[in-house]
């Protein structure tokens, strides 16, 4: 079967070194296939030993346990990669956590774990990584944020609030860290199939009829979020900083209209 992927060269990201948190699993797995497929050398961290262990096997990369709320923890996920590969050029912030829950009833601890793993863990991994990011002279801190702050949206009041923050820490790092040779860009995913995040957020039902609301007609594809963060990690993307990809098919757009109707 054909995937986005197809269209890059094989050795596109040959000498790249990429740590990939929430690699173990969904869209953060699917981004270190794809890099590891194009050449890159890859470790994959979050907490869970067992499943990075067997998403390491699978996809051609070493796996570290971390838990991205423990600095220590991230300090050595990237001593691992350096006594390993000599460099590292490239972070993926994708570690996340979510649940549905009403603004009204969500307690204090459930808002900050999630803003402590998303934004917080974001920070932590890129505090681990800015001095072997700032020596290799060509690094990419790529943040994996969503389109759920662009409007409302309820029973998200606390991922919406950690992935608007990833996105300021985006904008922030690409200013604050150009002259040291680092770029800082963000993919937005909308609505990707086959993911925890799908299964959590639009369970059942829901999911179908979440369809409807895309303009592109469909939920998107891991491949197709891959394609966007190896393009980001590309020569072809090397002007590009502080920005954040929109990859939804539209769905973040669109609004139900009067006109016409
Ligand atoms: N609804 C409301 N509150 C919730 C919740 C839910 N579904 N799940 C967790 N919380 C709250 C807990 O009640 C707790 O708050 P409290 O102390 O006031 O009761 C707080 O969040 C911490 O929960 P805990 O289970 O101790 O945290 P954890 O670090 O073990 O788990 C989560 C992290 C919360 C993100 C958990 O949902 C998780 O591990 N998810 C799996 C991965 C995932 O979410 N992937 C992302 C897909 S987009």
Redesign the pocket.
């Known amino acids: 079967m054909s995937s986005p992927l197809d269209v890059f060269r094989d050795d596109l990201l040959a000498g790249h070194v990429a740590l990939v948190t929430g690699g173990g699993t969904?869209i953060c797995r699917g981004i270190a296939a794809a890099y590891a497929r194009l050449g890159a050398k890859v470790c994959i961290v979050s907490r869970k030993l067992d499943v990075l262990e067997q998403t390491a096997k699978e996809i051609g990369a070493i796996a570290v346990a971390a838990d991205v709320r423990k600095p220590d923890d991230l300090v050595v996920a990237v001593k691992t990669v350096l006594d390993r590969f000599g460099k590292l050029t490239t972070l993926v912030n994708g570690a996340?956590?979510?649940?549905?829950?009403p603004a009204a009833?969500?307690?204090?601890?459930?808002f900050k774990?999630?803003i402590d793993?998303d934004l917080l863990g974001t920070f932590n991994a890129t505090k681990a990584c800015a001095e072997a990011l700032m020596a290799s002279k060509d690094g990419l801190v790529l943040n994996i944020s969503a389109t759920l702050h662009y409007h409302g949206t309820p029973l998200q009041i606390h991922a919406s609030a950690a992935k608007a923050g990833v996105d300021a820490v985006t904008k922030n790092l690409a200013v604050e860290w150009g002259r040291f040779g680092i770029r800082a860009c963000g993919i937005a995913p909308g609505p990707i199939g086959d993911?925890?995040?799908m299964k959590?957020?639009a369970p059942g039902d829901a999911t179908e009829k979440a369809k409807q609301f895309i303009p592109a007609g469909r939920f998107g594809t891991i491949d197709e979020i891959a394609a966007a963060a190896v393009y980001l990690r590309s020569p072809a993307a090397a002007y590009i900083t502080g920005h954040v990809l929109v990859v939804d098919g539209g769905h973040c757009i669109a609004t139900p209209s009067v006109v016409g109707t």
Do not use: H
């Open positions: 969904g996340a956590g979510n649940f549905l829950a009833a969500l307690s204090p601890n459930g774990t999630v793993i993911t925890e995040g959590r957020l």
